[in-house]
Each structure stands twice: as structure tokens, then as C-alpha cells.
């Protein structure tokens, strides 16, 4: 953890507080822990993917990860061990720790047995680990592994490969801990949003023990974690509309930036993500205003970029390697099929399958608004962008069924109830604003 988490002071301290030690604004180590893990996550995979070889990005990112974990201590001592814990933080922390804990047991028990998990995803990390490299040497190209998707995003596979070498041999179980380091962040920010109340236990239960994730975050399916940290960049985006925190919207912009890490389908819900929070920053003011606020958080939108390099990286090892997405998203034969399914009356398969997975979550969000229209209420505008955004992310997943090559009936039983996951979450999301708004207008009553 240590090893994520110095690598990401290095651009955690700086973009919050202008250096590696001082301190200019008042935020939490709770907001601060989730921030640094992410951004490790991101720095560690694109310092793989630059020197290809696992045993030098362990070595250079155990230099960097030192000087960072030194830089952080030192910032602790500095301005956290001065001021006394409140109650309620205690128990965010405690919280935190608990949750944790509680899902690091399978995912360290549960060995991989899922296709996707073991075919794919862990399959990838183990060719990385056996080659000591995540360039052409792993066998990106060759014919035999082609079933595997080998064009995947690999950040957790990398991170896998890593957890194996440094362990010195390969199992089911062991290179699932990467698991456990993208999970921390997420339930991190969770907790941020604690407080006694039944809207929180609503959001706990829904994002953390339903159908939405359980198993997916432990199977080694990367369905689960592209839906929890899509719908958390939602949440903190609606909790940027009430409160206007800057840390808010880079949380927001750090989970928004690390879904095409974890999955193509992560593309889709960055774009979605991003055009939300574009949206919500000009509606807080004109056009004048909007570039002000971009020259004043120049460095947040900078940072954002850098954070793609190893995006791009991929990016360009792929089209180097020729590994391509077999959707074949934009031919000529990807519009024939779209026209084809649209006039044979395919689409109504796939709009009845949708319907059958997101069903509960639309009966839950439909009954809570009745619910706050009969209160009197206006529409709670911190549940849109995770509205919209479960909208926008279902219609692009609309169009890639309908021109995905593979038999269309397959490629629905195969794949619906994972990729409806981040749109249930959105909805969710929506969900808790309106009982979170209810809850609020009982107490001031």
C-alpha cells in the first residue's frame, strides 16, 4: 500500500497544496488517502508501461514511492498530529478500515475461477509476470491468445504482475491483492460522505452489497469496479453542485480519469462523466466566469491530462502491435449491422433485456421522487448528473449491441446483467440525493 501511496503524494501534494510538505488548504486525510491511492495507481501503471519491465518499475517506483512516503510523513507530522480527532471522523475511519477488511477476505480466498477473471484479466497479468514485461515480449500478438482480448486495458493485470514478483511465484489467490488497492479508494470516498442516517446506510448497502458489486469485486470481473467508481464520480460531482469544494471536483475528475484504465468500456463513461461536469460548471455561471474558473484551477485540468499519458501510451503500443477491438466500432460493416438490427426488429431483444436488469433500481428512483413530489419538494438537481449520466451510458451501450459482431442473443446472456451495473449505480446515486433530500427537509421540520 505504501508503494502506491508515496507514489501518489509526489502529485497529490503539489496539485493540492503547492508542495510536497506545506499545506494550503483544510482537507481531510480521508479525502487526501483515496486522491494519493488513485493517483499511485495511475503513476505506478504508466511507469510500467514506459520502461516495459516489471522488476525495473518496481525498483524505480520503490525510489520515487521513498521519497514520496518521506514527503508525506513529514506533512502528517507536520499538520495532522497537531489537531484533535472529532468523534465523527474517528468513526469515518474506523468505517473505512472495516469495509475493507471485511472484502479483503474473498478477495484473497476466493480463487479465480470466472471466465472473464481467469481468461482475461488475470490471464493478461499472467503473461506479464512470466515475460517480466508488459511489452511485445509478453505475446500480445501471438494467435493463441487472441481469445483474451489482448487489446484490454491492463492496469490491474500489470499491478497483479507486480504483486506476483514481488511474492516470487504465481497462484490464484496472491495477485488478486491488486483488487484490494483499487477497492481501498473507493470505499474511502464513500465514507467521506458518513453521517448517522438512513440515506447512507441506503448508499452503503446499494454501492457496496447488492447485485450492483458483491461477488464482481472480488471475482476479478473489472465490471463491478468500472460501475463503483463511475457512480462515486457522480456522487461527488453532486456534492460539488450543493457545496462548491474543490476537492469535490478533483476527487470527481480522479475517478472519472482512472475508468479507461479499468475497462474499454471506461472510455464511454469518462466522456460521459466529463461532459456532466462541463455541463454543471456552466450552469454555476456564464462563459466568462467558466474561463476564470479554468485559469484558476489550471493546475487540476493539467493534471487531468498528464493522467492520460499512459492512456495514450496503450494506446500507441496497440496500434504499433495491431491489436484491435474486435467490435470494429466505426467500419462500414459496424453501420451495416446497426441498420440491420434496428430494421429486423433485433433492437427490441435488446431494449427488453436492459429493461429486465435496471427495472429495480428505475421502480426505486420513480417512487422516492412520487415520494418528494407529495412532500412538496423541488427536483433535488444534485441527483441529475448521475440521471443523466446512467442515460447517456445506456445508450452507448445501445449501440455497441447493436453492432457488435457476435450473435446478438449470445453477447446479451453473456454480458447484460455486467455492463447495466454502472448504469444501475448512476441510478442509485439519484436515488440517494432525493431520500438524502427527504431525510433533510424532515430534520429542518
Not at 321 to 347: A, C, K, M
Not at 408 to 421: A, E, F, N, P, Y
Request: glycine fraction near 8%; include cysteine.
Amino acid at each position: 500500500m505504501a508503494f502506491l501511496l508515496g507514489q501518489g503524494w509526489l502529485a497529490v501534494g503539489p496539485i493540492l497544496h503547492g508542495g510536497l510538505t506545506t499545506r494550503k488548504k483544510n482537507i481531510s486525510l480521508l479525502q487526501e488517502l483515496p486522491l494519493m491511492l488513485m493517483s499511485g495507481l495511475i503513476i505506478n501503471y504508466g511507469l510500467t508501461l514506459g520502461v516495459q519491465s516489471i522488476t525495473i518499475s518496481l525498483v524505480v517506483g520503490s525510489i520515487l514511492s521513498i521519497i514520496g512516503t518521506s514527503c508525506f510523513v513529514i506533512y502528517v507530522f507536520r499538520y495532522h498530529t497537531r489537531q484533535t480527532p472529532t468523534r465523527s471522523m474517528i468513526n469515518k475511519w474506523i468505517g473505512t478500515t472495516f469495509i475493507c477488511l471485511l472484502f479483503l477476505s474473498p478477495i484473497l480466498t476466493e480463487p479465480l475461477t470466472d471466465w472473464d477473471a481467469r481468461s482475461i484479466w488475470f490471464f493478461h497479468a499472467k503473461m506479464i509476470y512470466a515475460a517480466d514485461s508488459i511489452g511485445q515480449s509478453a505475446g500480445w500478438q501471438q494467435p493463441s491468445v487472441g481469445f483474451s482480448h489482448p487489446d484490454y486495458p491492463n492496469l490491474i493485470p500489470a499491478l497483479a504482475a507486480q504483486v506476483a514478483d514481488v511474492m516470487g511465484f504465481w497462484n490464484e489467490y496472491i495477485p488478486k491483492a491488486s483488487l484490494f488497492f483499487i477497492l481501498v479508494p473507493a470505499v474511502a470516498l464513500l465514507f467521506t460522505f458518513a453521517r448517522r442516517s438512513i440515506s447512507f446506510i441506503f448508499l452503503l448497502l446499494l454501492i457496496l452489497f447488492s447485485s450492483l458489486s458483491t461477488a464482481t469485486l472480488w471475482n476479478g470481473y473489472m465490471d463491478g469496479y468500472l460501475a463503483l467508481y463511475f457512480s462515486i464520480g457522480m456522487l461527488l460531482l453532486g456534492r460539488y453542485i450543493a457545496s462548491t469544494q474543490s476537492i469535490d471536483l478533483v476527487s470527481c475528475v480522479c475517478c472519472l480519469i482512472i475508468l479507461p484504465y479499468i475497462k474499454n468500456e471506461g472510455a464511454l463513461a469518462t466522456l460521459t462523466g466529463i461532459g456532466l461536469l462541463t455541463f454543471v460548471l456552466l450552469r454555476k455561471g456564464n462563459l466568462i466566469q467558466a474561463k476564470s474558473l479554468f485559469i484558476v484551477n489550471w493546475k487540476y485540468f493539467l493534471a487531468g491530462l498528464l493522467a492520460l499519458i499512459p492512456f495514450a501510451l496503450w494506446g500507441i503500443y496497440k496500434q504499433q502491435w495491431n491489436l484491435s477491438n474486435d467490435l470494429e466500432i466505426g467500419t462500414t460493416q459496424s453501420f451495416l449491422r446497426i441498420f440491420s438490427r434496428l430494421t429486423d426488429g433485433s433492437y427490441k431483444l435488446i431494449f427488453q433485456s436492459i429493461y429486465l436488469q435496471i427495472e429495480g433500481a428505475l421502480l426505486l428512483v420513480g417512487l422516492l421522487y412520487i415520494a418528494s413530489v407529495a412532500l412538496n419538494m423541488p427536483f433535488v438537481k444534485e441527483s441529475l448528473p448521475a440521471l443523466l449520466a446512467a442515460g447517456i451510458f445506456c445508450l452507448g451501450m445501445i449501440i455497441i449491441y447493436l453492432l457488435t459482431p457476435a450473435d446478438l442473443v449470445w453477447q446479451l446472456s453473456r454480458s447484460i446483467d455486467r455492463t447495466m451495473l454502472s448504469v444501475n449505480g448512476c441510478i442509485f446515486i439519484g436515488s440517494y440525493y432525493i431520500l438524502n433530500a427527504m431525510e433533510n427537509k424532515k430534520t429542518a421540520l
